[in-house]
T-cell receptor, first 115, second 109 residues
Framework: IAGITQAPTSQILAAGRRMTLRCTQD?????MYWYRQDLGLGLRLIHY???????GKGEVPDGYSVSRANTDDFPLTLASAVPSQTSVYFC??????????????FGPGTRLTVL | GQNIDQPTEMTATEGAIVQINCTYQ??????LFWYQQHAGEAPTFLSY????GLEEKGRFSSFLSRSKGYSYLLLKELQMKDSASYLC??????????FGAGTTVTVRA
């Protein structure tokens, strides 16, 4: 069982370029999330999806977009990358959008550098 | 929104006990989570509290006081492999997780 996979593992990107980070889960989880992790700031929620076909904005959505065409995939797109988007990006999923002990499982992360 | 505070760093000796405190101010509360994150890796789930009291799982225990907006993670019989960051996260009324900045624990021989 792979759990959650992310691609690429790392990427160096020129400012102004478009970039899509891929996330796939094989656990048939309904909810999926994108976070960024920056030193001293912890994990911050960018966008989320409670179920296929729906998405919502998190704490830091500006400059990012997502789609959820099916249960397994949740890509994150940077339309025009800027240096402040340099970060480690984690995708996560949970069985539901947050009931009881339902916990989030995280992918291995994508380290993105925007120059 | 959420305001979640935890110490930045802690150091302890192998075999000892360390307690990581977490205080929070929330616009709603639906549970508190602790995650462990080794350097360069993904966070992994450690514990969940939604009612006041202590939850014990082997060498790790987590405590919650909702009235005080306070939790702690207790790591007993520390091992070198416990060197990691420990993240406190609160699930709010909208069922979203907000994370503290994390506490880096260094275990020394």
């Amino acid at each position: 069982i792979a759990g959650i996979t992310q691609a690429p593992t790392s990427q160096i990107l020129a400012a102004g370029r478009r970039m899509t980070l891929r996330c796939t889960q094989d656990m048939r989880h309904n909810a999926m999330y994108w976070y960024r992790q920056d030193l001293g700031l912890g994990l911050r929620l960018i966008h989320y999806s409670n179920t296929a076909g729906t998405t919502g904005k998190g704490e830091v959505p500006d400059g990012y977009s997502v789609s959820r065409a099916n249960t397994d995939d949740f890509p994150l797109t940077l339309a025009s990358a800027v240096p402040s988007q340099t970060s480690v990006y984690f995708c996560a999923s949970s069985r539901t959008s947050g009931s009881g002990t339902d916990t989030q499982y995280f992918g291995p992360g994508t380290r993105l550098t925007v120059l | 929104g959420q305001n979640i505070d935890q110490p930045t760093e802690m150091t302890a000796t192998e075999g000892a006990i360390v307690q990581i405190n977490c205080t929070y101010q929330t616009s709603g509360f639906n549970g508190l989570f602790w995650y462990q994150q080794h350097a360069g890796e993904a966070p992994t789930f450690l514990s969940y509290n939604v009612l006041d009291g202590l939850e014990e799982k082997g060498r790790f225990s987590s405590f919650l006081s909702r009235s005080k907006g306070y939790s702690y993670l207790l790591l007993k019989e520390l091992q070198m492999k416990d060197s990691a960051s420990y993240l406190c996260a609160v699930r709010d009324h909208d069922y979203k997780l907000s994370f503290g900045a994390g506490t880096t624990v260094t275990v020394r021989a």
